[in-house]
């Protein structure tokens, strides 16, 4: 389906390969790039002015920052009021650690308990917008679920598969919705070999992470959220529990526009960017410290932190980038750390975050310990989702 953007409200442009920087169409429903095979970019037209009275106001979710995303029209918005997350000051463990600002983005507040919601609503929404009959996706369990509920919404089939292993509760919500869900033996990766398989006639379109230019967008609004949580200031650094990476790479790409926007004043620095992996999958770190090639052949095993468990990342390059480009780094965190993060965040803040939130923080601790983090720096940790749909992980360890 051609789309026309002449009545849009929308800045886009263009997409671009994130190889080469072969631009395709806009306007045409996308994949990954025809000639790198990886994935496509959405540019934006950045060179007029554009004020920060472009903000919807009234608007309490990720949509105020409509002329920065890639819908072109306003019916084919499908919402649930994602975004707008609560940026949270965390005074106890702030002073516990001598610590000066500590800070907590909470995207388990999200409409289905992750920050998937976003990436999700995006997708469905041009998916409607393109004339697609339906949408594929594999999935540790929270995109599979946020995919699920967008799709019942925008009237679309839903086909999720899944790992066996994943916690009861996120299959049972798939099917609530509607969903047709499909269980399969190992990680990610098998099932993304199984939706390949099933959607062998692309009649369906597949959803996976960075296999098609949207759900970027959807998360990078996370990046706008939190400058302008923050009065237009961004933190020192800041840790993000990055699998598949979209949030990492979408969150920085945010940042560079508010920068090319002058949204942010030309002192305010950007920050270091951490990736933080669970040890029993962590690729991006073997191929970030020169173990490996790329990710391609790595081993990973499964982990409480269902999210972290990608073996083989499509935006691999792309997360390397942001990290090199942010002066960033990546850290590992153990089985028994990400427990003790949630412990950390539920006793002493109220928080009960997914084990991936109680791995920034393990992250944090660690290097604060290395002195890679100092204490007076402004240190911005993401929670990607709600802890209660991993009570099947973490259930009687609450004190360790």
């Given amino acids: 389906m051609k789309l026309v953007a002449s009545d849009s409200f929308s800045r886009l442009a263009a997409l671009h390969c994130s190889a080469c920087g072969t631009k395709y169409s806009a306007f045409d429903l996308q994949r990954v790039s025809a000639c790198c095979n990886v994935p496509l970019v959405a540019d934006y037209d950045l060179h007029e002015p554009l004020s920060r009275a472009v903000i919807d106001q009234a608007d309490a979710s990720m949509w105020r920052y409509g002329a920065l995303l890639p819908l072109l029209h306003e019916e ?3 919402t649930l009021g994602e975004g707008l997350t609560p940026l949270l000051r965390l005074p106890r463990l702030a002073a516990r650690y001598e610590l000066a600002h500590l800070l907590l983005k909470d995207e388990g507040q999200n409409p289905t308990g992750s920050f998937k919601a976003r990436g999700l609503s995006m997708a469905v ?3 409607k917008e393109l004339g697609v009959d339906g949408c594929i996706i594999p999935t540790a369990g929270n995109a599979g679920v946020a995919m699920a509920a967008y ?3 925008a009237g679309l089939r ?5 790992p066996r292993h994943t916690p009861q509760a996120f299959r049972e919500e798939c099917l609530w919705y509607g969903a047709e869900v499909e269980l399969v033996d190992g990680l990610i990766s098998d099932c ?4 390949r398989q099933r959607n062998a006639d692309g009649a369906l379109l597949d959803i996976s992470t960075l296999k098609e230019p949207y759900r970027l967008e959807g998360k990078k609004t996370m990046g706008y959220e939190i400058a302008e949580q923050l009065n237009w200031t961004l933190p020192d650094v800041l840790l993000y529990p990055a699998g598949g990476g979209t949030g990492l790479i979408g969150i ?4 560079q526009e508010m920068k090319q926007l002058g949204w942010l004043a030309p002192d305010v620095k950007l920050p270091r960017m951490v990736a933080v992996q669970a040890e029993n999958c962590c690729p991006l770190l073997e191929t970030y410290e020169g173990r490996q090639p790329n990710c391609h052949a790595y081993q990973g095993r499964a982990t409480l932190a269902n999210g972290l468990a ?6 691999e390059n792309l997360m390397l980038r942001v990290l090199h480009e942010s002066n960033g780094t990546v850290v590992s965190v153990s089985e028994e750390g990400m427990l003790a993060g949630m412990r950390d965040l539920g006793q002493q803040e109220g928080l009960f975050v997914a084990p991936e939130g109680g791995a ?3 992250a944090a601790r660690q290097l604060l310990a290395s002195g890679e983090i100092q204490p007076d720096e402004k240190i911005l940790l993401l929670n990607t989702g709600n802890g209660q749909k991993y009570l099947d992980n973490v259930a009687g360890r609450a004190r360790g």
């Fill in 252 to 255: 920085w790409k945010a940042f």
């Fill in 158 to 162: 839903a086909v999720v598969v899944m």
């Fill in 360 to 362: 920034v923080w393990t």
């Fill in 151 to 153: 799709c019942a919404r």
């Fill in 76 to 78: 084919n918005r499908v």
């Fill in 192 to 195: 993304g070999a199984r939706v």
């Fill in 310 to 315: 990608v073996p083989h990342p499509l935006g």
């Fill in 125 to 127: 929404s041009k998916a």
